[in-house]
């Protein structure tokens, strides 16, 4: 977190790049450096909320916030139309969090313990939930690959928008089940946090919490506004920058912390990072910006076909590496390899 906050001088360095009219692609740079530790700043605002929330709230409000950063670079983009980015930025968010930060996690953890374990059950009812809900942002998808686009009509997008309200539903349900009905499941031991306390007041924490939002969303529009001039000068295409880019910058902190806790030989907290924010990308952020779009340019949930291969093949070894509640070292590069590969590729589209 030391080196996050040495990055935060990047935050007025670009405010003055914005009022000296710096290109859009160094803006874009300076938005990047910026917003990682803003992420982290929000990451570290929340834990401390959770001191006093409780740590279920905490785990909750930490997911949320989490993925804030990229509900709200989705949001500029949506604005400016850039619907391939947006669902690019969906797309890669959910691999990146099952590859590179699972994988990561699994090979940081490994390399320092021989098998970590984790919550079998858990694990079980999250990779299932985020099974469905891929093959929910799948089937719309696949619906106009192999429908002929003559017979498509303005009735598709009423299709994106049942879907969207039932991941809504089915998020609120999964929430319902995992802080009511089947709340032992994700029961947290009492000791677990004896030798932490809180480090700022509550007031503090919130204050922080919403100022970082803010800038957040001040540098979200100066990336935003610099993606297509940096693809053009760089040659990168926009689904590179969308599913590679912009989750890796958003999530940078959350991705951090959860190889922090896989050293610290608790892999529950990597895991739940890992697929808890996936699932949320998918059940929650996706379906609010296409409620969004509404007041712009209505956005479909249609993914290209690479799209779709690449989230169906994270999904399957994500149910693979989790069920048998354990892992090691070389899981963890079995999935960073697969990352590498779909990476690569779209670099190269």
């Not at 700022?200 to 100066?222: M, Q, R, Y």
Request: aromatic fraction near 12%; glycine fraction near 6%; hydrophobic fraction near 55%.
């Amino acid at each position: 977190m030391k080196l996050l906050k040495y990055m935060l001088i990047f935050v007025p360095i670009s405010f003055i790049g914005y009022f000296l009219n710096f290109s859009p692609t160094i803006m874009f740079i300076l938005a990047c450096l910026s917003i990682i530790p803003l992420a982290g700043l929000m990451g570290e605002g929340t834990e401390e909320i959770s001191f006093y929330a409780g740590p279920k709230i905490g785990g909750f409000l930490n997911g949320t916030f989490g993925n804030a950063t990229e509900l709200i670079i989705s949001f500029f983009a949506l604005k400016q139309g850039l619907f391939e980015v947006v669902k690019s930025s969906i797309a890669g968010a959910v691999i990146g969090n099952i590859l590179l930060v699972l994988g990561a996690s699994m090979l940081a953890g490994g390399l320092k313990y021989k098998t970590q374990k984790f919550n079998e059950k858990v694990s079980d009812v999250s990779s299932s939930m985020l099974l469905f809900a891929v093959l929910g942002l799948c089937i719309p998808a696949l619906f106009t690959h192999t429908v002929d686009p003559s017979l498509l009509n303005t009735r598709y997008e009423g299709l994106s928008l049942f879907v969207a309200v039932i991941m809504i539903i089915i998020y609120a349900l999964s929430l319902l089940f995992s802080f009511s009905t089947h709340k032992h499941l994700y029961a947290i031991s009492p000791t677990e946090d004896l030798n932490h306390q809180a480090k700022w007041s509550l007031p503090k924490a919130l204050l922080i919490l919403l100022l970082s939002t803010v800038v957040i969303a001040i540098e979200s529009e100066f990336l935003v506004s610099g993606i297509e001039p940096i693809t053009e000068s760089l040659g990168w295409s926009e689904f590179f920058v969308g599913i590679i880019l912009i989750p890796i910058i958003g999530n940078a902190a959350e991705h951090s912390t959860a190889i922090t806790m896989a050293l610290k030989n608790k892999m529950d907290v990597a895991l739940e990072i890992a697929i808890g924010s996936s699932l949320q990308i998918i059940l929650f952020v996706a379906p609010i910006l296409i409620f969004l779009s509404l007041f712009f340019t209505p956005m479909s949930i249609v993914f290209n076909e690479f799209e779709l291969v690449a989230l169906l093949a994270a999904i399957i070894i994500a149910n693979k590496v989790a069920h048998d509640g354990e892992s090691n070292w070389l899981e963890g590069v079995q999935l960073l390899s697969v990352y590498l590969i779909i990476a690569a590729s779209f670099f190269i589209l």
